[in-house]
């Protein structure tokens, strides 16, 4: 089935470090994928999504790019702030799919000042 | 726009008491879905519906059930609570065209004592 593998956490880094968040997915297909943004106490919201090969999203300064041939979606952010503190969930829908969305296990980042 | 709206937030339950998490969309979404969150797993889907009388398990179906009379409404219902499903329940809906993004609610923390 399919699958979502995303770095291990929690990631701690300094405030305006480079932040880097791995996610590779197994898949028939072409999945479309998806970055969520899980702040404390509240529920996932879009942060950003690809539907194709070669797609970049991007937000709030966040990028990522659809690679099909290494089959990830690693989200980066050049300079990170403290409130971008949050729980990070990279997942993908198959296309056509209709029993929502495969989520990786997320990635707690801790930005420090 | 409300979006998608849980209740309870906060619940907690004694083993094998019974009780229904509400969850309603306003966006006439077809697609709806009960996902659980537990620390450091990721989210795992327990019932999806693709419309109106139509409701089918997910990953994680045992100890709950689902029902759908209506496009909007969607309850998450556990009939003997049990400790293993202390978590956090999240309620999410989608458009189902093309590859848009699905919608999440804020989330019922649920304790099972």
Redesign the interface.
């Known amino acids: 089935g399919d699958s979502v593998t995303q770095m291990e956490g929690p990631v701690t880094l300094s405030e305006e470090a480079f932040l880097t968040i791995n996610c590779t997915y197994t898949a028939t297909g072409y999945p479309?994928l998806?970055w969520?943004v899980q702040y404390p106490g509240?529920?996932?919201?879009?942060l950003l999504?690809a539907?194709k090969a070669d797609d970049k999203g991007s937000n709030k300064g966040f990028e990522a790019t659809y690679r099909k041939e290494t089959t990830s979606f690693h989200l980066e952010k050049g300079s990170v702030q403290v409130s971008d503190s949050a729980v990070y969930?990279c997942a993908l829908?198959p296309?056509g799919g209709?029993?929502?969305?495969t989520?990786?296990?997320?990635t707690h980042l801790i930005i420090q000042p | 726009n409300a979006g998608v709206t849980q209740t309870p937030k906060f619940r907690i339950l004694k083993i094998g008491q019974s009780m229904t998490l509400q969850c309603t969309q306003d966006m006439n979404h077809n697609y709806m879905y009960w996902y659980r969150q537990d620390p450091g797993m990721g989210l795992k889907l327990i019932y999806y519906s693709v419309g109106a009388g139509i409701t089918d398990k997910g990953e994680v179906p045992n100890g709950y059930n689902v029902s759908r009379s209506t496009t909007e409404d969607f309850p998450l219902r556990l009939e003997l609570a049990a400790p293993s499903q202390t978590s956090v329940y999240f309620c999410a809906s989608w458009r189902g065209l093309g590859t848009g993004e699905l919608f999440f609610g804020e989330g019922s923390r649920l304790t099972v004592l």
Do not use: C, N, P, V
């Open positions: 479309s998806f969520y509240e529920g996932l919201q879009l999504k539907t969930f829908i296309r209709a029993d929502g969305l989520f990786g296990k997320g």
